[in-house]
């Protein structure tokens, strides 16, 4: 949750001094991310656009980038917060993780549940299956969902994500993919089934109670 406000000093007022002073001190890479740190945690409006403009610059380092699109998230309006989904979603590949898991705030608004499981998809790749925060924000992005076809289209799309075949997965250690989505699981198997028909359990919902079940009994 990148809800901000606690920092006593960051206010409104400080937005145009911000703003200013960041060009000013751009070859100073702490300097640069004290400002960006400010901005975000102040949403400072004033700062939206120079922070969209180093979200975007693939020659900034991973903290800088980051910082920028907190920034861009909470003081960004609606153009820029738009933008920056689908510069999110066409570069994910390439982007530091820890910007796909917090662009996962603007679920299901601007980000749908395709979209959803291809970020989270990206999160993974590679020998990193860390999930970076999906583990613990996964179940409150599912709450945001109330429909049940997108709920049984999340959940498939996390099962297949997970891999292995029905009954397979109760003879094997849960891998480190699983530990960190059982929870998104769980919570989208468990909204499936109270909004389904109370004499419907959808196949997606069993499987995923069954899957999560048999890896606690082991």
């Given at each position: 949750d990148l809800t901000t406000g606690w920092l006593p000093y960051a206010r409104d007022d400080l937005g145009s001094t911000v703003a200013s002073l960041y060009p000013r001190h751009r070859a100073h890479k702490g300097a640069t991310q004290l400002l960006l740190r400010i901005?975000?945690?102040?949403a400072l409006q004033d700062c939206a656009s120079l922070a969209q403009d180093a979200a975007f610059d693939a020659s900034e380092d991973s903290t800088t980038r980051i910082l920028a699109g907190r920034v861009?998230?909470?003081?960004?309006?609606?153009?820029?917060?738009?933008?920056y989904a689908e510069f999110v979603l066409a570069d994910r590949s390439r982007l530091p993780k820890v910007m796909l898991c917090d662009a996962l705030d603007l679920f299901p608004s601007l980000i749908g549940v395709n979209d959803?499981?291809?970020?989270?998809?990206?999160?993974?790749?590679?020998?990193?299956?860390s999930g970076h925060g999906f583990e613990w924000e996964g179940?409150?992005?599912?709450?945001?969902?109330?429909?049940?076809?997108d709920l049984e289209r999340l959940l498939c799309g996390l099962l297949t994500q997970m891999g292995g075949d029905l009954g397979e997965y109760a003879h094997h250690p849960a891998t480190?993919?699983?530990e960190v989505y059982f929870p998104s699981v769980m919570t989208a198997a468990l909204r499936l089934l109270m909004v389904s028909p109370q004499e419907t359990a959808p196949e997606a919902a069993i499987d995923a109670v069954l899957r999560i079940a048999n890896q606690i009994g082991r």
């Open positions: 901005a975000w945690l102040g861009v998230l909470v003081a960004g309006d609606e153009k820029a917060r738009r933008e959803l499981l291809a970020v989270v998809e990206s999160m993974h790749d590679g020998d990193d299956d179940p409150r992005l599912v709450d945001r969902l109330d429909s049940a076809s480190k993919r699983e």
